[in-house]
């Protein structure tokens, strides 16, 4: 038997120096902790971009035992445990995992080597989070082996070191578009087995509890969730579940048809008792909006030609008995008529909080629990032509789902419920930017447009929908003096989720949104920490998906005329105004400070890790 790698007990073993033993400055870690907070937070972006390294390393070494103990025999190898699953034991037994920790390891590692080398250059230089990568190997498994897998791999790379931040579901959906929109085929034989294989399920767990679960399409799964969550929320601020237990509830009190209520116990509240049934019918009127294109609409396209019109879609179950007041829009290939749900907008209250009226879904009644509403957007342009399919499709964007095929976008549109609605009309004329009796409320169309281009929180990191969370002025409106405060508009608008719009509300943080000189119709963002450190927003919005969107433009906000004189509030709570006139004046000085004025943004070597 072989005793290479076999030691006494504790002898030298490379890597054996005990970490706290090291020597920190050589590694460039502070020597102390008796930091101030901006130490502390350099501190943890460095180390941030240090753990992707390190991972970098750890992928490296299961690569090379890959290539020494597997490549050699697996043409051949047709043993039960064959050089893979022994490869991954012995990661396991000297890493003391599971073995299904060690060839999950070891299939990362493998795809980065030899599917996405661009991108495991990103881990190594620290510009990916290593929380990230699994979801890039899972997300492009289907191009392996193709053709333009090293086109999806360039592009990835490239997206990912563009200047700014990501989420988890930023980079799923930028690995779900570079996918989808290159094998139609595959992608729909994909989509179909999927669908087959729908299913429910019941497990049991521990302590008299169990699992109820079950697969469906996308849309369907939204559905549900918000007809659970729409019943979940009937409770007053005195109930004692947690969110989680008052969801459980609610889908048992659906199922059986039976009440559902608040626990307070208090004898004045008005959700004592809910009908279940009554607020499903209701809910019924839910959209989900979706987000695609108008050649997505008819097919896969030669590889050579995507430049389409524009759209959005929303998908929901819709029974109201209204009918929606829609526009013209015989300019785009996908014209039709129009019409869209109304989502009553529940729980947008806030600064920029949208009312029904403000919203893009009207209302349309319908015979079957299932809508569709589109509206018109621009798709990518082709990439480089030799690395690309014959044919390439355009994707969707489900609003708190993610990227969906372009089949997948076909087939709702099929729907005998189908309704098309562009974002734009076509034309070079400005849509209006504001409610005509109220400067400081989004129009319907500006409304859309936001939530369509910005498609999650626009805070660092967030992944909440934008469609579920609030409009913010960027800059504060000023309700006294309208002339000073935040302009209503596409750039002056950004969405938050309700805790981020909180803490921009009542915290320190001064965050900060404008035209991007070298991108026409692209706006750079940045948050500024209460010490004073600056982190770029999204690299990845609607845009990157729906170049179209650069295309609609608006309007200025109607010009404002100060209060006359028996009209001006007698008390114009001064802390407030002090407060926004510092956060405009700290803006302008972080713009200047950091030379994003006129200038493009930091470059990814100078700009701070994105995770």
Request: aromatic residues 6%.
């Amino acid at each position: 038997m072989s005793d290479r790698g076999v030691g006494a007990v504790g002898a030298a073993q490379v890597g054996s120096v005990p970490w706290p033993e090291r020597d920190h400055a050589a590694l460039g870690l502070p020597v102390s902790f008796d930091l101030p907070v901006v130490g502390h937070l350099d501190a943890l972006a460095d180390l941030a971009a240090g753990a992707g390294y390190l991972e970098w390393r750890r992928y490296r070494h299961a690569a090379a035992l890959h290539t020494e103990l597997v490549v050699p025999e697996e043409d051949y190898d047709e043993r039960a445990v064959d050089a893979y699953a022994q490869c991954a034991a012995r990661i396991a037994t000297a890493l003391s995992v599971s073995q299904y920790v060690a060839e999950r390891l070891l299939d990362n590692a493998v795809a980065l080597r030899d599917r996405l080398p661009r991108v495991f250059e990103c881990l190594r230089d620290g510009v990916v989070s290593p929380t990230f990568i699994r979801t890039i190997v899972s997300r492009t498994e289907l191009v392996h082996g193709r053709p333009y897998q090293g086109q999806v791999d360039a592009d990835i790379a490239a997206a990912l070191r563009k200047p700014g931040s990501w989420s988890t579901a930023r980079v799923r959906d930028l690995c779900d578009q570079m996918v989808y929109r290159r094998d139609p085929d595959a992608v729909r034989e994909r989509r179909e087995e999927a669908l087959k294989g729908r299913c429910f399920f019941t497990e049991a767990g521990l302590d008299g509890m169990g699992t109820v679960g079950a697969t469906m399409s996308a849309e369907r799964a939204a559905i549900v969730a918000r007809v659970v969550e729409r019943l979940a929320s009937q409770v007053c601020r005195h109930d004692s579940r947690s969110k989680g237990a008052r969801a459980s509830d609610a889908l048992f009190a659906l199922v059986k048809h039976a009440p559902f209520g608040c626990d307070c116990g208090r004898p004045e509240c008005a959700f004592t008792v809910v009908d279940a049934d009554e607020v499903a019918a209701n809910a019924a009127r839910i959209v989900i909006h979706v987000v695609t294109d108008t050649t997505t609409l008819t097919g896969p396209v030669p590889a050579a030609n995507t430049t389409p019109a524009a759209t959005t879609v929303a998908e929901g179950a819709a029974k109201s008995a209204a009918h929606a007041q829609t526009r013209d829009a015989d300019t785009t290939a996908a014209a039709a008529d129009q019409v869209a749900i109304d989502e009553s907008v529940v729980g947008r209250t806030s600064d920029e909080e949208t009312t029904a009226e403000a919203s893009a879904a009207q209302a349309i009644s319908v015979d079957e629990a299932e809508a569709v509403e589109f509206q018109a957007v621009d798709e990518d342009a082709a990439a480089d032509a030799a690395a690309e399919p014959e044919l390439v499709d355009g994707v969707g964007f489900v609003a708190g789902l993610g990227i969906i095929s372009g089949a997948h976008v076909r087939d709702l549109a099929n729907d005998p419920e189908a309704v098309i609605r562009p974002l734009g009309d076509g034309t070079l004329t400005p849509l209006p930017a504001t409610q005509p009796a109220d400067p400081y409320r989004p129009s319907a169309a500006l409304d859309t447009y936001i939530r369509a281009r910005d498609r999650y929180c626009t805070w660092p990191g967030c992944t909440r929908p934008a469609w579920d969370g609030d409009l913010d002025h960027i800059t504060e409106y000023d309700h006294t003096h309208p002339e000073r405060g935040g302009q209503t508009s596409a750039t002056g608008l950004g969405a938050k989720c309700r805790f981020h719009h909180l803490l921009k509300t009542f915290g320190d943080f001064v965050d900060d949104q404008y035209d991007d000189p070298d991108n026409p119709g692209r706006i750079i963002r940045t948050v500024t920490i209460p010490e004073g450190r600056t982190v770029l927003g999204p690299a990845y919005t609607g845009h990157d998906t729906h170049p179209g969107l650069d295309m609609i433009v608006f309007g200025d906000p109607p010009a404002t005329r100060p209060p006359s004189p028996g009209t001006e509030p007698t008390r114009p709570a001064p802390r407030t105004e002090q407060k926004h006139a510092r956060r405009r004046q700290e803006r302008n000085r972080n713009r200047l400070r950091n030379n994003l004025n006129g200038i493009r943004p930091p470059e990814p070597d100078d700009a701070p890790p994105p995770f």
